[in-house]
């Protein structure tokens, strides 16, 4: 009898496995997406703040560009996108400088493309005045 009962039970765990691993994928997954996405946030925030420095220091829109593009070395540079307000010429001491920094990040998991938009747009803007 004792037999019996041990040759039923022996599927168990591949069984309980199937149910368990979609679950334990799907967390993994999120998991590796959510850590670029943040990575990616915190690469274009710094990269504007790097951004707007050079601008509030009479650095030109190209110098201000290079400066974002050097900062956000790990980065697709085709994603990203800069924009500069007011233009150089308008700078003068005591106005507000403003660096956008625009990048789209594209999602590697194409199970998320139901919940978030792929690629995903994230937007940074810092504004300094200008010395």
């Known amino acids: 009898?004792?037999?019996l009962l041990m040759r039923d039970e022996r599927g168990q765990a591949m069984v309980e496995l199937a149910l368990v691993l979609p679950v334990l994928l799907m967390l993994f997954m999120g998991t590796v997406e959510f850590g670029r996405i943040?990575?990616?946030y915190l690469v274009i925030t710094n990269a504007s703040r790097e951004g707007a420095r050079v601008a509030v220091l009479g650095g030109a829109d190209t110098a201000v560009?290079?400066?974002v593009e050097?900062?956000?070395?790990?980065?697709?540079?085709?994603?990203?996108?800069t924009t500069?307000?007011?233009?150089?010429?308008?700078?003068?001491?005591?106005?507000?400088?403003t660096v956008e920094v625009r990048?789209?990040?594209?999602?590697?998991?194409?199970?998320f493309d139901v919940f978030i938009p792929n690629?995903?747009?994230v937007t940074s803007r810092?504004?300094?005045?200008v010395e």
């Open 119 to 121: 690629p995903l747009p």
């Open 103 to 111: 990048y789209r990040i594209p999602l590697i998991f194409p199970l």
């Open 70 to 81: 050097q900062t956000t070395a790990s980065l697709d540079s085709a994603r990203l996108q």
């Open 126 to 129: 810092t504004t300094m005045r």
């Open 1 to 3: 009898m004792k037999r």
């Open 65 to 67: 560009s290079g400066r």
């Open 38 to 40: 943040f990575h990616s």
């Open 84 to 97: 500069v307000t007011p233009a150089s010429t308008d700078r003068k001491s005591g106005v507000l400088a």
